[in-house]
């Protein structure tokens, strides 16, 4: 299941979270030290969303892993896209039924805010070979040159 967590839960679990994203965040933003604090000001001005994926066992909770996202415009095809900002799943304790749940709540809030489409960068085979059984289309590549 993927839960949205509140600002105040953000701030509680920033520590964990900013683990997450150090170790997930593709290299399209530049990297700075104010990265992770302008990261976690649009997380609790709700320009970013932090979500937590888990699943219930018996009488325990299963954290899976974290995603941040955040809603980009372009305004070249007057469109937007909910973008994937962070996917991570630390100990691959997910199965398949934890994708498909979390796609469909992410497919249904990037519907309701007026999105075209999901979008992510990855550099993980597992997360690229998960999206393309699920119906993604991971036919082209990032390129990115950093200029500092």
Known sequence: MLLRLLP??????????????LATVPPIPAQSPET????????LAGIAQAWVT???EEDKVLVIGFVITNIIYDEV????SLYLQSVYVPN?????QDWVEGLAAVMKFAEANNCSRVLC??????????ARKFGG?????????ALK
């Open 54 to 56: 888990y699943r219930k």
């Open 92 to 96: 691959d304790n997910s199965i398949d």
């Open 77 to 80: 095809t007057n469109t937007q």
């Open 121 to 130: 960068h990855t550099n993980n085979p597992k997360l690229a070979d998960w």
């Open 36 to 43: 992770l604090n302008n990261m976690l000001s649009a997380l």
């Open 8 to 21: 105040d839960q953000i701030a509680r679990y920033w520590e964990i979270f900013k683990e997450s994203i």
């Open 137 to 145: 289309n991971c036919d082209y590549v990032l390129c990115s040159w």
